[in-house]
């Protein structure tokens, strides 16, 4: 297996301890979790970045480093609502198009079809991204007595219920709008893919 395809699947290794030791109890397991997700999310960039350089470029590459990548945020995502800072049904919003658009382009390359991405989708990946480690940061963050007594009102201002709320409304709905754009912009190629033909 190619060094790309083995951080890929390091990236999937990673992403049930992170989640794991996120939801701990323990102050430390918090901290560590915010480490193994960074390790996880380089691995991101570092595959691509070998890929693209030494043309190691594989089918099976193809279909798992975005894969990969939706469960990783998508962890991310579920854990936030086991600790009741997410509402339920955003993520759920989020990883139902994650997975569906992710689905659908590994079904077209695997019928040698290919789908038009935009520059919406990327900044998609960028806005979740961000958010997760937003809230990585202030929830760890909080595993610091010195942060939460001698920092209080900021510390309140980062983790504001109503401010989380609508910045991942804002987020879901920018998630949701891409979809939809993704699937229209590609519906010729879409219809083309599940036509039965004689």
């Known amino acids: 297996m190619l060094l790309p395809n083995q951080l890929t699947v390091l990236r999937i290794i990673l992403t049930p301890v ?4 996120f939801l701990m109890d323990d ?12 390790v996880a999310a380089v691995t991101d ?15 099976w590459g193809q279909f798992l480093d975005p894969l990969a990548d939706k469960i ?10 086991i600790l009741g800072i997410l509402p339920a049904w955003m993520v759920i919003v989020i990883v139902i ?12 390359e695997f019928r040698k079809h290919y789908f038009t991405t935009s520059k919406s ?7 979740q991204m961000t958010f997760i480690y937003y809230l990585l940061v202030v929830y760890t963050l909080g595993t610091f007595q010195v942060v939460v007594v001698d920092y209080k009102y900021i510390y309140d201002l980062l983790s504001d219920a109503t401010i989380i709320y609508f910045s991942m409304l804002g987020v879901t709905l920018f998630t949701l709008i891409t979809g939809i754009q993704y699937i229209v912009k590609n519906k ?3 219809k083309k893919l599940f036509t039965v033909e004689d």
Do not use: E
């Not at 990783?72 to 609502?81: E, K, M, N």
């Not at 989708?121 to 806005?127: E, I, N």
């Open 18 to 21: 992170f989640l794991f030791l």
């Open 27 to 38: 102050p430390l397991m918090k901290q560590i979790s915010i480490f193994v997700f960074m």
């Open 45 to 59: 960039w570092y595959d691509g970045w070998l890929a693209r350089k030494f043309n190691y470029i594989t089918a």
């Open 72 to 81: 990783l945020t998508s962890a991310a995502f579920i854990g936030f609502v």
């Open 97 to 108: 198009r994650d997975f569906l658009i992710t689905g659908l382009r590994a079904y077209a």
């Open 121 to 127: 989708a990327k900044w998609k990946t960028f806005l």
């Open 188 to 190: 010729k190629l879409i």
